[in-house]
């Protein structure tokens, strides 16, 4: 019943940007802690930024001062605005969330993963 649902990939030169959004489907609570990971061909899926249901956000070392996440409670919504993009960027960006919903009249919370959104930047 419930998904993730990722917008925003696509592809764009080297220097441009790029906003990447995630919205849970179907009914659910609330949202916990989200984030955006990334994983590149050969390589294994990395956490890209991360954001607390409170606001306090985390960076890998490799998008710092480029990346921003934000997230939107009411909406239970999440964004990760990626500038001054480099080709190594170039790889399928995942979003996950942990939510708390009803399930089987009990209430539970575990992580979901979005399907993932293709970002690809040319040089």
Request: a positive charge; charged letters at 20%.
């Amino acid at each position: 019943q419930v998904q993730l649902v990722e917008s925003g990939g696509g592809l764009v030169q080297a220097g441009g940007s790029l906003r990447l959004s995630c919205a849970p489907s179907g009914s659910i609570f609330r949202t916990n802690d989200m984030g955006w990971y990334r994983q590149a061909p050969g390589k294994q899926r990395e956490l890209v930024a991360s954001i607390t249901r409170g606001g306090s956000a985390n960076y890998a070392d490799s998008v710092k001062g480029r990346f921003t996440i934000s997230r939107d409670n009411a909406k239970n919504t999440v964004n990760l605005q990626m500038n001054s993009l480099k080709p190594e960027d170039t790889a399928v960006y995942y979003c996950n969330a942990e939510i708390s919903a009803y399930i089987n009249k009990s209430f539970t919370s575990r992580d979901y993963w979005g399907q993932g959104t293709q970002v690809t930047v040319s040089p």
